[in-house]
C-alpha cells in the first residue's frame, strides 16, 4: 500500500494524487473562540490575586454604622497595606474577624452557586467569613473612656464627633465605659450610630475586654463602591488629627527636641577640635 510523503510545496502525495496542506502562517492569530478560555483563566486568577492581596467587596449588613454607612452598601476594603506592616490607626473604618462571640447567634445567609463563585473571587462578599465593620477609636498605648452625658476622651482629648456619629445619638450615654488602656498590638472600636452599635463597649467580658486584635483585621474600607449615588472616600475625621492625641508622640518629643538640638552643637565641637592649631 503506498505511503505518504511531503514533497517541497507543502503538499502530500498519496497514490499519484496530490492534496493541499495548509500551513498557519507566522503571526497569524488564533481564533477568539480559542483564545476565551485562556483569558477567562487568566482573568480569574488575577481576580484571586487582587481578592488575597489588595482590594474586597464587603456589604454592610446592619444599621451599626449609620450615617457614614448604609445597609446594603458595598465597600471596598484596602488589604495591601497590612502586608507590609501597617496597623489600624485611629479614625479609620476598619473590617475585621470576629474577634469570638461578637457575633454569636447572628444567622448565616444562604448563598447560590453563583453567588459562592462570586465571593470565591472577590467580585461579591463571601456570607461564610464573620466579619464585621467598625470605626477605630483607640489603638494599642491610649487610654480611652467615656462618662454618661460627656465626650469620648482618648488620652485625655475629648473627640468631637458630631460630624460622623448618627445624628440625635449621643458617644456614649447607652454604655459608658472606662477608663480602658488598650494592649499593644489591640484596637478599641466603635460604630457611628452609637445607639444601634454592638462594639467593644459590648464584649469587655470577653477575652481582650472588648478589644480587637490587629491580627484580624482584614484591612480598611477607603471607598463606598456602590450604588453609585452613595459613591464616596471614607476619609478620616479631623479630630483623630488633634495635636496631642497620641500618648506615644507626646512622650516621644522631648527626647526628639533634644536629639535635634544636641546634633549641631556636637557638629560645632568636633569641627573646632580638628581645626588646625598654628604655634604662638
Request: net charge positive; aromatic share 6%.
Amino acid at each position: 500500500m503506498p505511503g505518504e510523503v511531503m514533497d517541497d510545496e507543502g503538499t502530500t502525495t498519496h497514490g499519484g494524487r496530490r492534496r493541499s496542506r495548509r500551513k498557519r502562517q507566522p503571526g497569524q492569530q488564533r481564533s477568539f473562540w480559542k483564545e476565551l478560555p485562556l483569558l477567562i483563566i487568566i482573568a480569574l486568577a488575577l481576580a484571586l490575586v487582587i481578592k488575597t492581596f489588595l482590594v474586597q467587596a464587603f456589604s454592610i449588613p446592619s444599621d451599626s454604622m449609620q450615617d457614614t454607612l448604609q445597609r446594603g452598601d458595598r465597600v471596598l476594603v484596602d488589604k495591601l497595606t497590612p502586608w507590609f506592616g501597617s496597623e489600624p490607626s485611629r479614625g479609620e473604618v476598619v473590617v475585621f474577624h470576629d474577634p469570638g462571640g461578637w457575633l454569636e447567634g447572628e444567622p448565616t445567609p444562604q448563598q447560590n452557586v453563583v453567588q459562592k463563585g462570586l465571593s470565591f473571587i472577590g467580585l461579591m462578599p463571601s456570607a461564610q467569613e464573620k466579619d464585621l465593620i467598625k470605626r477605630v477609636i483607640a489603638v494599642g498605648g491610649d487610654t480611652v473612656s467615656c462618662k454618661k452625658g460627656g465626650k469620648v476622651m482618648v488620652n485625655g482629648h475629648a473627640l468631637e464627633e458630631k460630624n460622623y456619629i448618627y445624628p440625635g445619638n449621643t458617644p456614649c450615654d447607652d454604655m459608658p465605659f472606662g477608663p480602658i488602656k488598650v494592649p499593644k498590638g489591640r484596637i478599641w472600636v466603635m460604630g457611628d450610630h452609637r445607639q444601634d452599635s454592638s462594639d467593644s463597649r459590648y464584649h469587655q467580658n470577653l477575652p481582650g475586654n472588648g478589644t480587637v486584635s490587629t491580627k484580624d483585621v482584614v484591612g480598611r474600607a477607603f471607598v463606598v463602591a456602590w450604588p453609585v449615588n452613595r459613591w464616596h472616600i471614607l476619609g478620616v475625621p479631623g479630630t483623630f488629627d488633634q495635636s496631642g492625641l497620641s500618648a506615644a508622640a507626646a512622650s516621644a518629643a522631648p527626647g526628639a527636641a533634644g536629639l535635634a538640638g544636641a546634633v549641631p552643637l556636637v557638629l560645632w565641637r568636633r569641627k573646632r577640635l580638628t581645626r588646625p592649631r598654628t604655634a604662638g
